[in-house]
T-cell receptor, first 116, second 108 residues
Framework: NAGVTQTPKFQVLKTGQSMTLQCAQD?????MYWYRQDPGMGLRLIYY???????DKGEVPNGYNVSRLNKREFSLRLESAAPSQTSVYFC???????????????FGPGTRLTVL | RKEVEQDPGPFNVPEGATVAFNCTYS??????FFWYRQDCRKEPKLLMS???SGNEDGRFTAQLNRASQYISLLIRDSKLSDSATYLC?????????FGQGTELSVKP
């Protein structure tokens, strides 16, 4: 059981380049999430998917798009990267519907992205 | 005002010490509360949920005061392996809101 996996682990982009961060979970969870973590700011929700086929905006969605490809996979795309998107990106999943009061979120190892 | 606020620390304590972390949240409609642990450059992991009556898990005790919108985490008999950042997390309207974390360093 790998849990939540993310690729790549590290990435350096130039301003204006695009890329997709991949996330997959093997726990048969319904809900999946993308967060970014910046120094001194805590994790902030970018997008989430309560179930296969649905996606919703979180706190900081601008500059990002997501795709819930199937129940296992949830990808995050940066169409035109900006230096402000330099961050650590975490994917997470939970068993129940998004934000259920007792849902435990399981996180992937993170992607460290630098935009020059 | 941040929705979830924590003292960023760092807290530097000797092994065996008792240390307490505090957290305040701004939205009185918050539904549930958690403490996560994050090791350096790793992903966050759930440490414990926080229940209204308070709850204990071994050396860890969590308390919730809804009237004051305040959450605490007490660690007794600190171990070197407790060194990490502790994240206070609040469920608001179905979304998890994370504090910026409190860094703990336990020294021999």
């Amino acid at each position: 059981n790998a849990g939540v996996t993310q690729t790549p682990k590290f990435q350096v982009l130039k301003t204006g380049q695009s890329m997709t961060l991949q996330c997959a979970q093997d726990m048969n969870h319904n809900s999946m999430y993308w967060y970014r973590q910046d120094p001194g700011m805590g994790l902030r929700l970018i997008y989430y998917s309560a179930s296969e086929g649905t996606t919703d905006k979180g706190e900081v969605p601008n500059g990002y798009n997501v795709s819930r490809l199937n129940k296992r996979e949830f990808s995050l795309r940066l169409e035109s990267a900006a230096p402000s998107q330099t961050s650590v990106y975490f994917c997470a999943s939970s068993e129940g519907i998004a934000g259920g009061p007792t849902d435990t979120q399981y996180f992937g190892p993170g992607t460290r992205l630098t935009v020059l | 005002r941040k929705e979830v606020e924590q003292d960023p620390g760092p807290f530097n304590v000797p092994e065996g010490a008792t240390v307490a972390f505090n957290c305040t949240y701004s939205n009185s409609a918050s539904q549930s509360f958690f403490w996560y642990r994050q090791d350096c450059r790793k992903e966050p992991k759930l440490l414990m949920s926080v229940y209204s009556s308070g709850n204990e898990d071994g050396r860890f005790t969590a308390q919730l005061n809804r009237a004051s919108q305040y959450i605490s985490l007490l660690i007794r008999d600190s171990k070197l392996s407790d060194s990490a950042t502790y994240l206070c997390v609040v469920n608001q309207g179905g979304k998890l809101i994370f504090g910026q974390g409190t860094e703990l360093s336990v020294k021999p």
